[in-house]
């Protein structure tokens, strides 16, 4: 989530680095603007409300003492704590709306990427290896798995759908095995710390790691609990401290932890 102070004093920098990713968020920059604009405005108001509030309040005291009559101002305090409490729910939906729109700017490109129109423009930075080259026909991993028995497409599909898959026999115990591999290489050799997280996170925890609201369309949702299935471990692992101020001493925290990937990726049927 960008910083609305940065948006706020260098705007112009913003639109322009923002617009580098081949689309126009001038619109969206002003409208953030306007609506930081009017929120900063009702804080003024109410603040200077609340200050001839807590002097009204002082001068009924003064008032009562002197027994004069203070109609007139208990008049004016309900009218203040009125459009007081009008103001805060108008402020509560501004900073709601304000919220939501910054959240859908994607992050700003850092200035060494290079611009571009497609994945065609891409640099090649480095390169480690040589790709292996292959004597005999390569198999594509679906053919692959169904020879050597240890994918069943047909009973993952009967079981859930299309585009599932299940591993069987020495397949199954290959996935297990890349698990565990993993998390005692990270924990033995690393120093990470081995975690299990749930497998369903609210809806919090999903804009904690920025799914949400960009990417609602492609998770899955358990609508009556407003609960998602985690799209990958970083989300239940990056929320962890959120909110949270963490004593610089214990840092850094390094945490681990296998989780099922659980998403649509609506965006890239057929590829």
């Given at each position: 989530m960008l910083d609305i102070r940065e948006i706020r004093e260098n705007p112009e920098e913003?639109?322009?680095?923002?617009?580098?990713?081949?689309?126009?968020?001038?619109?969206?920059?002003?409208?953030?603007?306007?609506?930081?604009?009017?929120?900063?405005?009702?804080?003024?108001?109410?603040?200077?409300?609340?200050?001839?509030?807590?002097?009204?309040?002082?001068?009924?005291?003064?008032?009562?003492?002197?027994?004069?009559?203070?109609?007139?101002?208990?008049?004016?305090?309900?009218?203040?704590?009125?459009?007081?409490?009008?103001?805060?729910?108008?402020?509560?939906?501004?900073?709601?709306?304000?919220?939501?729109?910054?959240?859908?700017?994607?992050?700003?490109?850092n200035e060494s990427v290079p611009v571009g129109v497609d994945e065609t423009d891409n640099v090649e930075v480095r390169r480690w290896g040589t790709p292996r080259e292959f004597d005999f026909d390569i198999k594509a991993h679906w053919d692959l798995g169904k020879d050597l028995d240890i994918l069943d497409f047909e009973r993952a599909s009967k079981l859930a759908g299309s585009r599932f898959s299940m591993f069987k026999g020495k397949g199954a115990q290959l996935e297990r095995a890349l698990v565990n591999f993993m998390l005692a290489k990270h924990t033995g050799e690393h120093g990470y710390e081995e975690i299990s997280t749930p497998f369903m996170v609210n809806r919090e925890t999903m804009t904690g790691t920025g799914q949400l609201p960009k990417f609602e369309e492609d998770a899955f949702h358990l609508e009556k609990e407003d609960f998602f299935l985690v799209p990958t471990a970083e989300v239940p692992v990056t929320n962890l401290y959120r909110d949270e101020v963490i004593d610089f001493d214990s840092l850094p925290l390094k945490y681990t932890a296998y989780t099922p990937c659980f998403r649509e990726e609506a965006g890239s049927a057929g590829r």
């Open positions: 913003v639109i322009a680095k923002l617009n580098s990713r081949n689309a126009d968020y001038s619109s969206d920059i002003n409208e953030i603007l306007e609506l930081d604009k009017k929120r900063r405005d009702i804080i003024q108001e109410v603040e200077a409300q609340k200050a001839q509030q807590n002097k009204s309040s002082k001068e009924i005291g003064k008032l009562k003492r002197e027994g004069k009559d203070c109609s007139d101002i208990f008049k004016q305090l309900k009218e203040l704590s009125n459009s007081i409490k009008s103001k805060d729910e108008e402020l509560r939906t501004i900073q709601k709306e304000l919220n939501s729109k910054i959240l859908e700017l994607p992050n700003l490109p």
